[in-house]
Every structure is written in C-alpha cells, then in structure tokens.
C-alpha cells in the first residue's frame, strides 16, 4: 500500500492524482476489516507506519525483503540495523503484527546475492524471539535453502505465514509439517499446475492476501474462469476516473476474487473460504 501507484506514479511517472483514500474504501465496502501494509525495508517502515496511523484498521509490518537484505551491510553494522528495526516495533504502540516480508529469492539475485540473502535472513528470527510476532516469510525458487532455515530456528516464533505460494504440493505439504500457513493470491492461481496445488493445501491452513499492486487474478490466469465478481476498471491509468480500478494495479478489494477462485477449487461457499481463512489469519496476527 505504500507503493507509488497508489499515489498516481507508475514507472516514475505520473499519471493521476493519489488516490489510495477510494482504494481503502473500495476494500472496506468490499468485506475487507483490517488491512496489513507490508514493508519491504528499514525506509519503508517509516511510510507504512505513517499510513497505518491513518485508520484502525490499518496495520504494518517489519522486516527487509530478501532483494533488499543487502542493506544489513550498508548499516553501521548488522546488529545495529537489527536494532534500527526493533526501535521501528517498540515505538509503534502494537501497530505491527509480523516480522517480515523475509526470507529468500533465487529468482532476483541481481538486487542481492543468495549469500547474502542466507546470511540475513536468520536476523530477523531475532526479532520474532524478541517480540513474539509471528512471521511473513518470502519463498522464491529456492524452497531447499528455504525450508533449511526456518527448519533450524522453527523454536524460534510461534507462526508464520509463507505468502504469495506458487511451489508444489510437495513443498506446500513440507511447510505445512512445520505448522507454517500458506498464502495464496493470484500469482498462486496463475497456471493449471497452481491450480491442483491450492486444492491439496486444506483451508485450515491458508490465508488469502492481494499482495496489492501485484499479484491480482488476470484475464490470463488459469484461475480467471472463477472469478465471479469483476470491478469497474479503466485500461490505462492516465484515464483514471473516480470509483474505477485501474488494469493490471492490484488492490485489497481483489481479495474477494482470490475467495472465488479457491471456493470454486475446494468446491465450497465463497462465505466458507471467507470465514475459515479469516479466523486463520485473526489467530495468527490479531490474537
């Protein structure tokens, strides 16, 4: 949510007035009743706590994104950027409920190497024993490397969520032996291979995110044809007008379409789906 599309920019530049004020109201009037804005870096913790004051729904998380842990590094030290982000948690008056978005990316080395990545990563199970938030872990072509150090430092947090999944049912099933849930978004709805995956993941076990600006249920996605329920959306976003979606932009309010795709799937009610991955999430990060 602190990204710049929700304040008209894409691609550095701009093309219609902010408009993340209507983006939270269409996920309000759309069933959505609390909201968690991921942040992405040290930086970032600052924007998301800055719009999380804005509503009590809102709430935000802390940690470094795998692409950026080279930022350790570029801190006096790690142990003080460590400490940078603890101090970020401690002033924030409960308004952060994971640590995270952490883990690792073998798909986008070229932002920051698997070695530095692997040795960054454990930090932030610091946090999580320090604070007792759970975790909001990223998994990206490297489940092996992955599953290996949340594995050894699994005492360490009471739970996590590995969000945005689009591995297999086997590595679905491993998490899951870890007591881990599985977020699901379009991007884990994407192919017909995704679509077998997330009917053998049980819904006691899942969360459904947007990951908004990413990750929505294209036209093209093997999931689409159960989508139910479409918004009024304009096809550029230099034609904006107010109360539509732009195309390909993400937002919570999408989150209703995941619910159809997985209720399809699972071959129950979109209330079902609605229900069961709310209460997971409430004991995970509100409880």
């Given amino acids: ?14 093309k219609h007035d902010p408009d993340l004020d209507e983006v939270l109201e269409r996920a309000w009037a759309n069933g959505v009743d609390k909201m968690l804005v991921t942040a992405g870096c040290l930086a970032e913790t600052a924007e998301a706590a800055k719009l999380a004051e804005k509503d009590d729904r809102l709430f935000f998380t802390v940690g470094v994104h795998p692409t950026r842990a080279g930022e ?17 948690i401690d002033a924030a008056g409960g308004k952060v409920k994971a640590i995270g978005e952490c883990g690792l990316d073998a798909d986008r ?26 975790m909001f872990f990223h998994s990206r072509g490297c489940h092996d490397a992955f599953i290996d150090i949340v594995r050894s430092n699994r005492d360490r947090f009471r739970h996590g969520v590995v969000h945005s999944f689009t591995g297999s049912a086997e590595e679905a099933k491993q998490l899951m032996e870890l007591d881990l849930y599985i977020g699901v978004n379009g991007c884990s709805l994407k192919t017909a291979a995704n679509l077998e995956v997330v009917k053998t993941i049980p819904l006691h076990r899942m969360m459904l995110e947007t990951d908004a600006p990413w990750c929505g249920v294209k036209r093209t996605h093997a999931g689409f044809e159960h989508v139910r329920t479409e918004f009024p959306t304009v096809k550029k976003p230099e034609k904006k007008v107010p109360g539509h979606c732009v195309k390909d932009r993400c937002e919570p309010c999408h989150i209703r379409q995941v619910a159809e795709v997985v209720a399809a799937l699972h071959g129950v009610s979109v209330e079902e789906v609605a229900a069961v991955t709310t209460a997971n999430a409430t004991r995970v990060f509100f409880s």
């Fill in 1 to 14: 949510m602190t990204d710049s599309m929700f304040s008209g920019t894409y691609r550095g530049k701009s």
């Fill in 72 to 88: 350790f590094d570029k801190a006096t030290s790690p142990e003080a950027h460590v400490a940078a982000l603890m101090a970020v």
């Fill in 109 to 134: 080395t070229h932002f920051c190497s698997m070695e530095a990545q692997a040795r960054h990563f454990p930090r932030h199970f610091e946090l999580a024993e320090a604070t007792g938030l759970p």
